[in-house]
Nanobody
């Protein structure tokens, strides 16, 4: 069973950049499509980005398209989320998730494994 640990969150100013990392262990990382989701206080967890097993089939939420970039390094068992031009509305806890059976999906209920999350706060 794969375990996921996110890192890289923090407090930044609007317009700044952050790169989140999610390190996987305990499973064959390349068997999983990976996704990033986020949850703001009082809101449901929402889809941010997903990437297929080999780095193809990339998809983004409209709210982050053009600002965020998802990537993965299967040799390092790590998925990344580069976040540029951050906005206050990007403030949330960011979670990575692993999807054993899909090729990169937006539906969070399809993901089998989740990390504990990392807080991103964007000040205006």
């Amino acid at each position: 069973q794969v375990q996921l640990v996110e890192s890289g969150g923090g407090l930044v100013q609007a317009g700044d950049s952050l790169r989140l990392s999610c390190a996987a262990s305990g499973g064959t990382f390349s068997n999983y499509a990976m996704g990033w989701f986020r949850q703001a206080p009082g809101k449901e967890r929402e889809f941010v980005a997903t990437i297929g097993r080999t780095g193809g089939r990339i998809d983004y939420a409209d709210s982050v398209k053009g600002r965020f970039t998802i990537s993965r390094d299967n040799a390092k068992n790590t998925v990344y989320l580069q976040m540029n031009s951050l906005k206050p509305e990007d403030t949330a806890v960011y979670y990575c998730a692993a999807d054993r059976w899909g090729s990169g999906r937006r539906d969070r209920t399809q993901y089998n494994h989740w990390g504990q999350g990392t807080q991103v706060t964007v000040a205006s």
